[in-house]
């Protein structure tokens, strides 16, 4: 990864913790995605995100800028990796 673009990655998570949620979808099952205001998304936080009127938790392992889109790759609370793409 350059530095330009972990400043954009930077940048784009910073924006979801100032701004309103970040939506994005599931890339394994193809749903909605939202991770609320005030989530500090940094591999080896763990993130909670709405999906399918629940909200679930994951530990982040790893992100990255692709496109217009940010992934977000982790593991849930169940032990499976999974995998979110964020609106950038």
């Given amino acids: 990864m350059t530095q330009q673009q972990l ?3 930077v940048v784009a998570a910073t924006i979801v913790t100032t701004l309103a949620a970040w939506n994005g979808t599931e890339r394994e099952s193809g ?3 939202e991770i609320e ?5 940094r591999p080896g936080r763990e993130i909670e995100y709405y ?3 629940s909200y679930h ?14 992934e ?6 169940s032990g499976n990796s999974i995998t979110l793409e964020m609106d950038d």
């Fill in 7 to 9: 400043c954009r990655l």
């Fill in 57 to 70: 938790t994951m530990d982040v392992d790893d992100m990255r800028q692709s496109g217009g889109t940010v």
């Fill in 37 to 41: 205001k005030g989530q500090l998304v």
């Fill in 72 to 77: 977000i790759e982790g593991t849930d609370s």
């Fill in 51 to 53: 999906k399918d009127g």
């Fill in 31 to 33: 749903a909605s995605i």
